[in-house]
């Protein structure tokens, strides 16, 4: 029987048929159950998990469990998985990211860019289905960790170049990369920033124009992991 999602529950969902499709391709292995609405003629989902041997499960009820806007038809159960970090990959570091919409849109940049994803708890939750929906399935496809604190994070990643994005560093532009080092971009909370003691490392800012106080935080991401994949590939 489905239930709505919890922090602390073993499983979480993809929230719609797109999502789906996505999960089952990139973690079939992950997947319990793939449920469908009786009013759905989207034939991709069931056959895609009928190809995997995934339950295909036709339940309206499950469907408004789950999602109670009406404009969802196919959901895919999965079980939380492990993505440990490469220490030969750049990182992208959010430390106390509150909002889910935020982390799954920077997911979806790291992706992009060839990163992948640090993030220092308390923090929002990498599995919640808002986060998923919003990584529009790179939550799948790249590698993800959470650490208790970034300390925790540096004991295992420390030797490499921390690049922490905060008010007062200097201009980002100035910051030149080199192809066969490794870097982390740091990140801070929505609403503090990151606290001074980010100082001690080298810190950046994005120049931007007075008419706003500050860039959103996945802008400001997909800004600098943008210019970090860009700069190595010249």
Do not use: W
């Not at 998985?81 to 509150?98: G, K, Q």
């Not at 992009?112 to 790179?138: H, N, W």
């Not at 810190?203 to 959103?216: C, G, M, W, Y």
């Amino acid at each position: 029987m489905v239930k709505k999602y919890k922090k602390d529950d073993a499983t979480s969902y993809a929230l719609g048929a797109t999502l789906t499709v996505e999960l089952i391709k990139r973690r079939p292995e992950s997947v319990r159950a793939v449920y469908v609405s009786p009013r759905s003629d989207i034939a991709a989902v069931p056959e895609a998990a009928r190809a995997h041997g995934i339950p295909v499960i036709e339940s309206e009820k499950a469907i408004n469990v789950l999602s109670p806007k009406g404009n969802c038809f196919a959901i895919g159960e999965f079980e939380k998985f492990t993505s440990p970090l490469s220490a030969e990959r750049d990182h992208i570091v959010l430390v106390n990211p509150s909002d889910s919409g935020n982390l799954g849109t920077i997911m979806r940049a790291a992706a992009a860019f060839d990163a992948e994803l640090a993030v220092i708890r308390p923090c929002a939750d990498p599995f919640d289905p808002k986060t998923v929906r919003a990584s529009m399935g790179a939550a799948f496809c790249i590698n993800f960790e959470c650490f208790d604190s970034f300390e925790q994070y540096i004991s295992r990643f420390g030797d490499r170049a921390i690049v922490p994005f905060m008010l007062n560093g200097r201009p980002f532009e100035s910051a030149e990369f080199d192809e066969g080092k490794r870097y982390s971009l740091v990140f801070g909370n929505e609403a503090t920033g990151l606290p001074e003691s980010y100082a001690a490392y080298d810190a950046v800012r994005i120049a931007q124009s007075d008419k706003v106080d500050s860039l959103n935080l996945s802008v400001a991401a997909a800004i600098a992991l943008h210019r970090l994949y860009a700069a190595k590939r010249r």
